[in-house]
């Protein structure tokens, strides 16, 4: 189980980035926001489109699997 982020601004295509807490690309505190632990990233982008209401979301590529 890990801890899943949100960063709050979409990037230039308007996709929103999720991050695992142990990457290295982890958005500093104020540009997160906390989605909850999840076994994997699958649940993690599932959890985000439900609670935050996105449609365009995507795994961080260095925290798949
Ligand atoms: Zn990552």
Known sequence: MQYYYTRKNPDARGVIQVHADRCKDLPVVLERIYLGIFPNANLAIS???????LTKVRICACCKE
């Open 47 to 53: 959890s985000a489109k439900e609670k935050l209401q």
